[in-house]
């Protein structure tokens, strides 16, 4: 491809599933004959795999985009690429390139194209340009624009193709983790999941298990499944039991778990299928987000507080001994301190093994974004110190 191999060097920040999507793009550029980088200092281009779920998250990643001052070709991916679109060039003029989660396996093609200076784009890739002007100087023709003034962003794509998912990149020796479904359809009030990566959809247990058997053949005996609401899994007549069944199976696996559960898709088949697994990991996280009823009813999580208690006691009763984990939001807007008191009690109850508390973060096109804030930001950091204080306590007696 090029007299001498380019190098990338690939930041991830978020969840899981961000962790598997940088995977994926290392193993597209490695089989396109990119080298991946360790560090940024002697990289020919930084690719940022981004998160938008909270603010923080966000700021933290325009400043360091902004620390490269135009030094390196600058590529922005993820859940921010999709949020953003084109209007990341504006928010950075710095950023060369911008792609969507359902579009990852371009970016080798568009890095190429990059380095070539191509102007004719291959008609499989649809890849839309930005033609920038030089300071001082005219338009430039289409087919002369130098390599500083392109600009290209893909974020179009629905469905992601299977292959992607099989080019054999992982980053531990023994452990992988295997995307299961993508996408989410559950709209919670203050997610942007659904907006930038897509409705639910699911993987055919046929390539799940081809993908699990190709790692295991590396190796590996450590699998992670994941999705974004993974035990709504169901392809044809395989549910969630079923196809932990099937990977339970696989001769050279010596564990699995699964990463992360949604209360209303919960069920005693699932707890059975924890317990009698006997490569299954003995834990659960599930979120629960509120001890309000009012609260849950604005987030939309379809259930109640006395639901979801009713739910790990019956997890508890099947799965003896069994760890639970869970996220709870505080702040979330019109959050009384009453209501505030009423998560607290329930965490008490619940008594979880290990708990991830955030601060609610308004996101642009959820629905609680449309709800007036009316709580200090002093407010939502004491109630978020309250709660770790707790959660520490019961964690430390617990483990």
Known sequence: MFSVKKTIFLRTFGCQMNVRDSEIVCGLLTNAG?????????????????????????????????????????GLIGCMAQNYKEKAF????????????????????????????????????????????????????????????????????????????????????????????????NFCSYCVVPYVRGPLRHRKKEKIIEEIRAALDKGINKITLLGQNVNAYQDGDVNFPKLLELINGLDGLKGFDFFTSHPKDASADLFKSIRDLDKLSKALHLPLQSGSDRILKLMKRGYTGKDYLDLIDSYRKIVTGGSLSSDVIVGFPSETESEFKDTYEMVKKARFNAAYIFKYSPRPKTEAAGIPETITREEKEGRHKKLLELQRKISNEKN
């Open 90 to 185: 504006e928010r950075d003029p710095g950023i060369r390139f911008v792609v969507g989660p359902q579009d990852i396996e371009k970016i080798p093609s568009i890095i190429e194209r990059l380095f070539k200076n191509q102007i004719v784009s291959p008609p499989e890739l649809a890849l839309r340009e930005i033609e920038v002007e030089k300071m001082g100087s005219g338009p430039k023709a289409r087919g002369q624009s130098p390599l500083l003034e392109r600009k290209i962003w893909e974020t179009d794509s629905n469905i992601r193709p299977e292959e992607i998912y099989h080019t054999g990149f992982y980053h531990n020796k023994n452990h992988a983790y295997v995307v299961i479904s993508e996408g989410c359809s």
């Open 34 to 74: 990119f080298n991946i980088a360790d560090n940024d200092k002697d990289a020919d281009v930084i690719i940022f795999n981004t998160c938008s779920v909270r603010k923080h998250a966000e700021d933290r990643i325009w400043s360091l985009i902004g620390s490269y001052k135009g030094k390196k070709i600058i």
